[in-house]
């Protein structure tokens, strides 16, 4: 249990300390926020790190067992190597369990924190750049102010880059907030008393108040639903009934199309056609994505059993103390193996040309692995 605890601890501080580097490094953020990031990173390290750190400790104990001939003497008794085993094994599946949990924790949880704390960061930024130097810039966004008095923006001028012809848009307001919105993954920019201007062909005064949605990164984007990926488990049996319903509907409409007479008609219907195709493949593309997602957090999360199961078939099997070859030799072939068909196999379920319990391909073949080196060890 040591050597589990130690191992696993050291290969989360590593994973949190990357990942912690790479959301400041990408976002501007201050060395302040890592703090606030460290929390919702852990579920998404533990998940990884667990499979692992159990191998290592699996490998290092039944190695050591097996290296001093102690199996030998237990075999020699008369009693059956499955005594040992077994709480390997009860340890392994609680811990698969738990990895379960990680992953829809990581998902539905995590994710949305190292949102909020992005947004929230980014808004600190944009409004400390707006006290000091009364101007922020960001890609296409820039943003001008006369002040800055607590939240409030005195006199801000917007301007929204686009990159089609005459589509930028220029806001000038009275006052505005800059709020940030978790759900959308955006930061909303409350304006009240202006003008919103698109080029000489749109103009639009707002006497009370308007919101415009600032993205300041492709990587922070809101969606109107979210993607599974995101969803906790109990909510995709839900999702998966209201994905249903809208390929239905959108089917119904796509069938619904009636030949009409004329080129325009004929042209505007081609354009609602293509446009209903293209939305309900985008709908079958995520029914495919909500079929797979559970299978793909409890293929990851048994991981650990599947991985305790060949470690300690390669352990037994070896027979020596150096137990970092027989963990290298278990270790090598599951990340230049297993890993990628996990990786591919996801892929293609969420494709939909191979069934969701196609992703645990790489745990069954784990298994049988295991298992034959377990079988040859115990025929003996």
């Known amino acids: 249990m040591t050597i589990l605890i130690v191992a696993t601890t050291i290969i989360i501080l590593v994973m949190i300390a990357v990942a912690t580097g790479r959301e400041l490094w990408e976002y501007s953020l201050p060395l302040e926020f890592g703090l606030k990031l460290f ?38 008794a008369g009693i059956s190597p499955e005594v040992v085993l077994a709480p390997v094994f009860a340890l392994a599946f609680l811990l698969s369990l738990f990895s379960v949990w990680m992953n829809d924790l990581a998902a539905s949880w995590g994710r949305q924190g190292i949102q909020r704390v992005v947004l929230s960061g980014a808004e600190e930024i944009i409004y400390t750049l707006l006290k000091t130097r009364r101007a922020f810039h960001q890609g296409r966004v820039s943003i001008q102010v006369r002040g800055v008095e607590g939240r409030t923006l005195i006199e801000p001028l917007v301007l929204l880059q686009s990159s089609k012809p005459h589509g930028s848009v220029v806001i000038t307001a009275k006052e505005a907030e800059l709020l940030g919105d978790p759900a959308s993954g955006t930061l909303r920019l409350r304006l009240r008393n202006g003008t919103a201007e698109m080029g000489d062909r ?49 089917w119904q409409k796509l069938t619904g199309l009636t030949p009409a007479s004329g080129s325009s008609a004929g042209n505007t219907l081609q354009e609602q056609a ?29 991981s650990c059993f599947c991985f305790a199961l060949v470690g300690s078939g390669m352990a037994l099997r070896l027979r020596q103390r150096e137990v970092l070859t027989a963990f290298f030799m278990c270790f090598a072939p599951i990340l230049l193996g297993y890993y990628p068909l996990l990786a591919w196999t996801v892929d293609a379920a969420k494709s939909g040309w191979l069934p969701p319990w196609g992703v645990w391909t790489g745990n069954l073949l784990l298994v049988f692995w295991g298992g034959v080196l377990l079988w040859q060890e115990f025929r003996h």
């Open 274 to 302: 293509e446009a209903l195709r293209r939305e309900l493949q985008q709908e079958l593309d995520r029914w495919y994505r909500l079929r797979t997602e559970p299978y793909r957090r409890w293929a990851a999360g048994f």
């Open 202 to 250: 749109l103009r639009v005064e707002f006497p009370d108040e308007y919101e415009q949605e600032i993205r300041l990164w492709d990587k922070v984007e809101g969606y109107r639903r979210r993607w599974p990926s995101q969803l906790a488990l109990r909510e995709i049996p839900e999702e998966l009934v209201r994905s249903r319903q809208e390929l239905l509907a959108c």
């Open 39 to 76: 929390p919702f990173l852990l579920p998404d390290a533990l998940r990884v790190a667990l499979p692992v750190g159990l191998l290592l400790a699996v490998v290092i104990s039944l190695g050591r067992l097996a290296g001093f001939n102690e199996l030998l003497a237990i075999k020699a």
